[in-house]
T-cell receptor
Framework: DGGITQSPKYLFRKEGQNVTLSCEQN?????MYWYRQDPGQGLRLIYY???????QKGDIAEGYSVSREKKESFPLTVTSAQKNPTAFYLC?????????FGPGTRLTVL | GENVEQHPSTLSVQEGDSAVIKCTYS??????FPWYKQELGKRPQLIID?????GEKKDQRIAVTLNKTAKHFSLHITETQPEDSAVYFC??????????????FGSGTRLLVRP
């Protein structure tokens, strides 16, 4: 999982502002995922992508958007429609079923 | 829908004792079962996984058992150490039967190993 990077590590957002979280992997993995984790809670799937230019909604996609223009990149945009975005966001990629996580981005709404 | 239940939600053991965490899945087509360890503020780390053609897998102090008939699998940690303290998540997926390899996660178990 050292080949998955996320930036920034910390992000602060004002009300009504869109922000984009970066996720890059150099593992040549086809599938990539975004999860949200609230304090003391489990992992909830936001979006996932199996191949370039294709992605599917997860369990909590409302207020989020993604793109997959390159195999190694899967950015997540948190839009102003997401009313409670303060959380820890984790990106992951997988090969052969094994899923590996990036270090995460901690988003706080001011 | 697909669901994975995990128990207990918290577990406290004395250093050197064993710890067991159990998960039950609902989708009988699931055939891949990983376990993740997450330390405070860090990313989940894959610690062991098992596929449905195997009933048990061991890696040093960690083992996972799978009962496909009952649709449950368990994580066993022997000779626990304080550094084992973390939150553990189980997960299930359909593997090659679902090319997205989407994982369904349990709700997590907070393990505390008392020195």
């Amino acid at each position: 999982d050292g080949g998955i990077t996320q930036s920034p590590k910390y992000l602060f957002r004002k009300e009504g502002q869109n922000v984009t979280l970066s996720c890059e992997q150099n593992l040549n993995h086809d599938a990539m995922y975004w999860y949200r984790q609230d304090p003391g809670q489990g992992l909830r799937l936001i979006y996932y992508s199996q191949i370039v230019n294709d992605f599917q909604k997860g369990d909590i996609a409302e207020g989020y958007s993604v793109s997959r223009e390159k195999k190694e990149s899967f950015p997540l945009t948190v839009t102003s429609a997401q009313k409670n975005p303060t959380a820890f966001y984790l990106c992951a990629s997988s090969f052969g079923g094994q899923q590996f996580f990036g270090p995460g981005t901690r988003l706080t709404v001011l | 829908g697909e669901n994975v239940e995990q128990h207990p939600s918290t577990l406290s053991v004395q250093e050197g004792d064993s710890a067991v965490i159990k998960c039950t899945y609902s989708d009988s087509a699931s055939n891949y079962f990983p376990w993740y360890k997450q330390e405070l503020g860090k990313r989940p780390q894959l610690i062991i996984d098992i596929r449905s053609n195997v009933g048990e897998k061991k890696d040093q102090r960690i083992a996972v058992t799978l009962n496909k008939t009952a649709k449950h699998f368990s994580l066993h940690i022997t000779e626990t150490q304080p550094e084992d303290s973390a939150v553990y998540f189980c997960a299930a997926s359909k593997g090659p039967g679902d090319s997205s390899y989407k994982l369904i996660f349990g709700s997590g178990t907070r393990l505390l190993v008392r020195p």
